[in-house]
């Protein structure tokens, strides 16, 4: 999971909406009632995109240079950035049951000390993979 920057073509349409294409990507592509909207929807569907992405384990595109994205009318050219570490710990974030094994003496001094198993079990793993809340 990373923090991502892709070129987003952003159109204003004859009816006042937005749509956006992310040129480095087939098939990425959202729109807005307004340009506020847009860029928010731009965000998530970039973040799904390269989310889903990285769960299959596939390399993610290249960023383009923004310079080289030809525009017509009514087009501009934007980056729009995305973190897929939030974006999951925002989507993905059901509960999932854990088997684990550890030494009778310590279940039984931290089931004596009303030890929170499961914050404890998550605030090592963030320390160990270095999350930062």
């Known amino acids: 999971m990373a923090k991502y920057v892709y070129p987003a073509i952003f159109t204003k ?16 592509y959202t729109g807005g009632d307004n340009l506020q909207e847009a860029f928010e929807m731009a965000n998530d569907v970039l973040c799904l995109t ?4 990285e769960k ?10 923004p310079k080289t994205i030809v525009v017509q009318e009514n087009t501009f050219v934007s980056l729009v950035a995305c973190d897929t570490l939030e974006y999951q710990k925002f ?19 931290a089931e004596r000390a009303n030890a929170p198993f ?16």
Do not use: H, M
Request: proline share 5%; charged share 25%; glycine share 4%.
């Open 13 to 28: 349409e004859d009816n006042g909406q937005y749509s956006v294409n992310f040129p480095d990507f087939e098939s990425c």
């Open 50 to 53: 390269l989310y889903d992405k």
């Open 56 to 65: 299959a384990g596939e390399a993610v595109p290249t960023l383009s240079d």
């Open 91 to 109: 989507y993905d974030n059901k509960a999932v049951k854990k088997t684990l094994t550890i030494p009778s003496w310590l279940n039984t001094r």
């Open 118 to 133: 499961s914050q404890i079990l998550q605030q090592g793993l963030k320390n160990y993979l270095s999350i930062a809340e």
